[in-house]
Every structure is written in structure tokens, then in C-alpha cells.
């Protein structure tokens, strides 16, 4: 049963439930630095260093925040990660300013003036919680437990178990607003109707082409550190080539191989025709035709896999390269082009 007494307990046990992000240093002292010093420019001293991980995305970029006098004051890259190689994005780095940030909302506040005169009063950790099981309570007694919303910054692993599947889900709300919402969410979404999955992470150590629809991924992206700077070091190597279809000419598409302007929306009716040239061409005969077993193709799931290849075939026939020019503005060569080059070069990453 939801009381104060257990609102309070859980409040203990998850204190980050009320962080809004920054920077995770909870036990950071106990684990080895691995490298890396940094010395205060004014006094000379050596700065201590705490090894952590940023939380400024979902990416969680193992990192070495400096402390001088107890103070944050500069974040850098874990040099021996495996995962970054040592590399973090301005964005993680400005993490120093999010902690200290005199706007930080530290203590529990209550309006005391209108809504949006700016007239808040510091309350006691008690007041806060007495009041918000007490709201909350009400609630559940009018059976209306999903008029509460939970809404938080960043929350991970065990923290989101335990507040999530746990005391929301036994207080009876599924009403959660975070930093997700406004994020990534649309592209999860996106890639939920599409792929059934959400988290796209490309293997580019060990691919040799890259088709981009969209993505900006040496800008902006999901695991961006870890990715871009995997993409970065082939690109480097001129032993990869990426090509990027995008309306506007984003960072990565100006660094790719070859930036294709398609009109908005229509990046599908371009893979349509690349499939389209891949089937009728038998372009995906060899290392790439096992996993035409996988395919579904009917309701029934368990043809051969020349059965799957002949409905492919003949679903296909209609999106041809000049169909998808008319919709796209991409020309019917460049469409054949690019299938082609996509289909032949091993392996290749979509
Ligand atoms: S990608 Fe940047 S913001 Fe995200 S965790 Fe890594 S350093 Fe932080």
C-alpha cells in the first residue's frame, strides 16, 4: 500500500528518480582510474580525478571528471574505453555546466505565485513528500491512479526497473513524460513500425558500405560517440564508402562519399526501387541469399526459399527506378547505380 512511510523509503533507495541528468558520480570513487591527469592552471595542484560516465545522452560515454576544491571542473574521455576510445562530444563535456548550474533545482520548491509569476519557497524534503503521497493517494482513491504522471529526466537499469515496472505499475499509472519524449522519440517510433526495433547500431569496423537514409550520424545520433567515431576512423582509413540520401545537406551528408537530395518523404519509394533492381537483377545471389529464409513473404511463413524469392519478385516489379524518380526526384540511373554498388560490395551496412 502507498503511504508516506513507503513513498519515503523509495525516495531514499532512488534518489536519482529526482535528479533531472548531469553527470552519474554515485560510486565513482571506488572504481580504478585509468589514466589521464589534469592540474589546476592557477595553483598547479593536481586535480583529483573521479572516474565516471556522462549522462548527457542515452550513450553513457565512460569519462574522468576532474574535481578541484569539491568542485566539478572538467569532464574528459575515458582514454582506455573500448567503447569511445577515449572521446566525448561537446555536448558531454559541457556536462561541468549542467552540475553547476546555479539554476539547478537542488531542494524541493512549491509555488507560492500565480503560475508563471516565478514565486517558488523552498520546502523541506518531508512537506514534498507528505504532499505528493497525499495527492497521490487521492487520486488512486477516485480510481483515477493514471491522472499521475511520472516525469523525469534520466533514469537506467535498475532505477527504472524498481520506479517503472514496480511502484508505477503496482500504483496503477502508465503516464510518464521524459527526456525521451522529447528526443529520439519520434525515431523510435519510426523505427518500431519499421523494423520492429528501435536501437540501430551499424557494425563499421567491419563493414565496407554504408547506405544512410536520413541519419546524422556524425552529428547526432543514438551510442553517437562510440558510432561516429567508428564511422570516422574507416572514413579516415578511405576504406569505406558512404553514401546518404537527405533532404538537406547535414554535416555527415556533406562528409559522405556522395550526398543524394531526395524530396521529403519519399526515401522509401527509392528502397523500393533498390530492391526492385537487387531482385530483378539477381544482384542477391551468394553470401546474402540465406537470409532470404528469414523473409516473410505470407501468412504461412515456411515456403521454400524460391518460393519467397518468386512473390518478392513479382511484389517488387511495379516499383521500378523510374516509378521512384517520378515520386522521389532521385533519377532512375543514380537509383540503379547505387543498388548496384550496394548489392555487389561486401559487406555492407544499411
Ligand atoms: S555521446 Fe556525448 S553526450 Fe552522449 S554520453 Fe557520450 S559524451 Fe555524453
Keep these: 500500500m502507498l503511504n508516506r512511510r513507503n513513498l519515503l523509503k523509495l525516495g531514499a533507495a532512488t534518489p536519482i528518480a529526482f535528479a533531472t541528468g548531469g553527470i552519474a558520480l554515485g560510486h565513482a570513487s571506488n572504481l580504478p582510474v585509468f589514466g589521464g591527469k589534469d592540474y589546476s592552471p592557477i595553483t598547479g595542484k593536481e586535480r583529483t580525478a573521479i572516474p565516471s560516465a556522462c549522462w548527457q545522452c542515452v550513450t553513457r560515454c565512460p569519462n574522468i571528471s576532474y574535481v578541484e576544491n569539491g568542485r566539478l571542473v572538467k569532464i574528459e574521455g575515458q582514454p582506455n574505453s573500448i567503447r569511445t576510445h577515449g572521446v566525448m562530444c561537446a555536448k558531454g563535456q559541457a556536462g561541468v555546466n549542467q552540475t553547476n548550474d546555479p539554476d539547478r533545482i537542488l531542494h524541493p520548491m512549491r509555488r507560492v505565485g500565480k503560475r508563471g509569476e516565478g514565486k517558488w519557497k523552498r520546502i523541506s524534503w518531508d512537506e514534498a513528500l507528505s504532499e505528493l503521497a497525499g495527492r497521490m493517494k487521492g487520486l488512486r482513491d ?209
Design 142 to 350: 477516485k480510481g483515477e491512479p493514471e491522472k499521475f504522471m511520472f516525469h523525469y529526466g534520466r533514469m537506467k537499469a535498475s532505477h527504472s526497473k524498481l520506479i517503472k515496472s514496480l511502484f508505477l505499475a503496482n500504483y496503477g499509472t502508465g503516464t510518464i513524460g521524459n527526456h525521451t519524449s522529447i528526443c529520439e522519440a519520434a525515431k523510435w517510433t519510426g523505427q518500431e513500425m519499421c523494423f520492429n526495433k528501435h536501437y540501430d547500431n551499424w557494425d563499421f569496423d567491419n563493414t565496407n558500405y554504408v547506405l544512410n537514409f536520413g541519419s546524422n550520424v556524425l552529428e547526432s545520433h543514438t551510442n553517437h560517440i562510440p558510432t561516429s567515431h567508428r564511422l570516422i576512423a574507416r572514413m579516415a582509413k578511405n576504406d569505406i564508402k558512404l553514401v546518404t540520401f537527405d533532404v538537406r545537406m547535414s554535416n555527415t551528408a556533406a562528409k559522405s562519399n556522395e550526398w543524394v537530395p531526395v524530396k521529403p518523404g519519399t526515401d522509401r519509394a527509392v528502397i523500393l526501387a533498390m530492391c526492385n533492381v537487387i531482385m530483378s537483377e539477381d544482384l542477391y545471389k551468394g553470401e546474402g541469399e540465406e537470409f532470404l529464409k528469414f523473409v516473410r513473404t505470407s501468412s504461412v511463413g515456411d515456403e521454400p526459399v524460391s518460393a519467397k524469392i518468386a512473390t518478392l519478385k513479382a511484389h517488387l516489379a511495379e516499383y521500378t527506378p523510374e516509378w521512384a524518380e517520378g515520386v522521389s526526384t532521385v533519377s532512375a540511373d543514380k537509383i540503379r547505380e547505387i543498388a548496384r554498388e550496394f548489392a555487389t560490395t561486401k559487406p555492407p551496412a544499411y
